[in-house]
């Protein structure tokens, strides 16, 4: 009964969205009032349309809850044994279910945008003709192409399971922030193009989506975050990033987001760089549907993709329509793009936007140069030619820190031009600071103390020490070093602001920063985004500085790495419904001192066939991670192998995402009104007399 209802209602959807489209379209070309009210009844019917999907959704789910293996989908994903909330994640864990989840997010954004038309009535009508013509794209995909109510010849009495590796908590939240961030694009994307086609005047569009493109962007964060630490958690090789195909798609639209709303602020401000946004805009959904494209295609081989199917055409399709589409009303409205002001002069807040949004763009043509080579060599010779993390972070982190060096630039810099006087004042104590923690971590690393009278040699000595020095150890002296200058110069920010404030309204510095962010929360709250990166880059700095090691390890035997010793003191195994395991209990110490156990378990999941898991055993620090993995046994001893890690500043890294994600929200807040001070009466009305005025009540 709920599969039947299941379909039903996707195909109902796809009539909604359709009618939507069509009559949406011929509403815009009426402009009469007849046209007026098919416009009403096509946001009406794309509403609905949201509602069908839903029900669709909530009977999949409900056939997963209730173990119909009737329904091909749920006997693929799901198991009696499979905990509740795994099952509900059984929505976005197959092929057929994402896609679903897809249609699902993108018709709850629509939803919300149509219940809001009145914030420009047009605009938004236009908006929702491009949402609804992505609605029936992927509601063909889903009712046609990859439809999750496909029905079982016989039923069965159990299901295959879920992946083994989807099995995680954070399983359950990530997938649905990175579609929330995938999916997010395509309101900003609809309202550009809107806008585009319509010629609207102004900036309106940007107002609009400005918290549309910032709410995707942090999904998109919390969603490639969340990733990253399942891989640190769930896959045991000792990372959290391996610049693996999907990781790479899930990062493309993350960057050009970001240079999209840093550039953004140059058409607000100066009105410059009209194409350039739009583009960046059309970029951005492009990417986000190519990335869907990687994952669900199976074109590329990673651990998070599905297995090769047919849907990639179809989303070939999709993208050259889009661009087809976007080209030609780029080219067709060259004109209503043009730029109204010229770059003046590249000592200038602009410039360093300009340079932002030119390397950011670089580094999303390499990337995606790189994780589509393997296709193209397939294409040309025959065979896939895949490169490793190790290339990729060739380029990578150059331009990862010459991104830190501008954001700690850019907000010093005035608009149009900055003399040198005002950067040699702004830059000073922040350059500083910098060049002090550089100096010191060298004198650190130095086996010898280096004493004042030394100082002159050390100095001549530094080139040289540079060129000795081994490339990871100094890209982390660099991201440290930068680190502290983007940290001055935030500090500097909200301290010169602060002390602004506290003066006029009274007081104390704490209060005068807290006054001075709530007067432009975008502004500051994008400061504190941009701590969080610093913190990242910091933490990103500590893998220069890991350490592995792996053995054979019997009850007794020992294990040292760094600062820590580990010793076996027991192997267990256990057998459940879900899985069989074997895991090892690992007494811990640090320079002598017990520390307490460890357990890292090794999982075989029996409806996966015996699919193997990894649980990690960590012991994390502000300092660093001991990361353990049981590894199974050598088949040639049945000796239990034990490989551990040390990962020097790996928690800085969630540090720094809870802070970007904190900033984010701040920026999201509305700015608070004007504190205006109180005047006594005497002295404003003095003060009118003075100026010839005469005060309200005077004379009667």
């Known amino acids: 009964m709920m599969p039947l209802l299941g379909s039903f209602c996707l195909l109902f959807a796809l009539a909604l969205a359709l009618y939507s489209f069509v009559v949406g379209i011929v509403a815009a070309v009426r402009k009469d009032t007849a046209g007026y009210r098919l416009a009403e009844t096509a946001r009406r019917a794309g509403m609905a349309s949201f509602v069908a999907i839903l029900l669709a959704a909530g009977a999949l789910v409900y056939a997963a809850l209730t173990d119909d293996f009737s329904v091909a989908y749920i ?13 509900f994640a059984v929505l976005w864990s197959g092929q057929e279910g994402s896609i679903l989840f897809w249609s699902l997010l993108l018709s709850a954004y629509a939803f919300v945008v149509r219940l809001r038309h009145k ?33 079982m010849d016989r039923v069965v009495a159990d299901g295959n399971g879920l992946n083994p590796l989807l099995q995680y908590p954070e399983m359950v939240i990530h997938p649905p922030m990175l579609y ?26 940007i107002h609009i989506t400005r918290r549309w493109t910032m709410v995707a962007w942090l999904f998109l964060t919390c969603g490639i975050s ?27 639209p993350w960057l050009s987001t970001t240079a999209f709303l840093h550039s953004v602020m140059m058409q607000e401000k100066r009105g410059m760089m009209k194409m350039w946004n739009v583009s960046l805009i059309f970029i951005t959904f492009m990417l986000s549907i190519l990335g869907t494209m990687l994952t669900r295609a199976g074109l590329v081989s990673s651990v998070h993709a599905f297995a090769q199917s047919s849907i990639g055409p179809w989303f070939s399709g999709m993208l050259a329509t889009i661009l087809v589409v976007c080209l030609v009303f780029l080219i067709r409205n060259r004109d209503h793009l043009r730029s109204e002001n010229q770059l003046e002069s590249l000592v200038s807040r602009e410039s360093s936007f300009l340079f932002n949004n030119l390397v950011l763009l670089a580094a999303v043509f390499a990337i995606l140069s790189i994780t589509l080579f393997p296709i193209f060599s397939e294409w040309v010779q025959g065979h896939k030619i895949a490169f490793g993390p190790a290339f990729y972070n060739t380029f990578t982190i150059p331009i990862g820190l010459f991104l830190v060096f501008l954001t700690g630039v850019g907000p010093l810099l005035a608009w149009r031009r900055t003399s040198f006087g005002s950067v040699k004042r702004n830059f000073a104590i922040p350059a500083g600071l910098a060049f002090l923690l550089g100096a010191i971590l060298i004198a650190l690393s130095t086996p010898k103390w280096l004493g004042i009278a030394h100082i002159g040699a050390w100095l001549k000595q530094l080139p ?17 070093v930068l680190g502290t200058l983007v940290i001055g110069t935030i500090g500097s920010e909200f301290i010169r602001g602060g002390l602004v404030l506290k003066n006029k309204l009274n007081t104390n510095i704490v209060g005068g920063m807290y006054h001075l962010m709530r007067r ?5 709250g994008g400061y504190v985004v941009h701590l969080g990166i610093v913190v990242l880059i910091i933490g990103f700095a500590g893998l220069a500085f890991n350490q592995d090691k792996e053995q054979e390890m019997g009850v007794g035997d020992k294990l040292a790495i760094g600062h820590y010793l580990l010793v076996g003191q027991e192997y267990t195994q256990d057998d459940n419904a879900n899985y069989t395991s074997e895991a090892a209990l690992l007494d811990v110490y640090k320079d002598g001192e017990r520390l307490g156990t460890m357990n890292p378990e090794l999982r075989f999941y029996k409806a996966s066939g015996g699919q193997p898991d990894h649980k990690v055993a960590n012991h994390s620090t502000l300092r660093e991670d001991l990361y353990v993995i049981y590894e199974g046994k050598n088949p040639d001893t049945g000796h239990p192998i034990i490989k551990a890690f040390v990962n020097p500043l790996v928690t800085w ?23 205006t001070a109180l005047v006594p009466k005497a002295v404003a009305v003095a003060t009118m007399e ?11």
């Open 75 to 87: 006997l693929h994903h799901s198991n009696r044994a499979l905990p509740g909330p795994y099952k």
């Open 119 to 151: 914030i420009d009535q047009r605009l938004a009508a236009m908006a929702s003709v491009v949402l609804a013509g992505i609605q029936v794209f992927f509601f063909i995909l889903v009712n046609f192409v990859a439809n999750p109510f496909g029905m």
């Open 180 to 205: 929330l961030g995938y999916v997010g694009v395509s309101v900003p994307f609809a309202f550009a193009l809107a806008a585009l086609i319509m010629r609207y005047p102004g900036e309106k569009w």
């Open 226 to 252: 969340l990733g990253a630490h399942w891989a640190y958690a769930v896959l045991g090789w000792g990372g959290y990033w391996g610049w693996d195909p999907v990781e790479n798609a899930s990062l493309l």
């Open 464 to 480: 040289s020490w540079a060129k000795t020095l081994d490339v990871p150890h100094f890209y982390a002296w660099w991201a440290f």
């Open 520 to 524: 432009n929360m975008r502004r500051y």
């Open 653 to 675: 890294v969630w540090i720094g995402v809870l802070i970007v994600v904190f900033g984010t929200g701040l920026a999201l807040v509305p700015n608070a009104s004007p504190i």
């Open 690 to 700: 003075k100026q010839g005025m005469q005060p309200v009540g005077a004379g009667k």
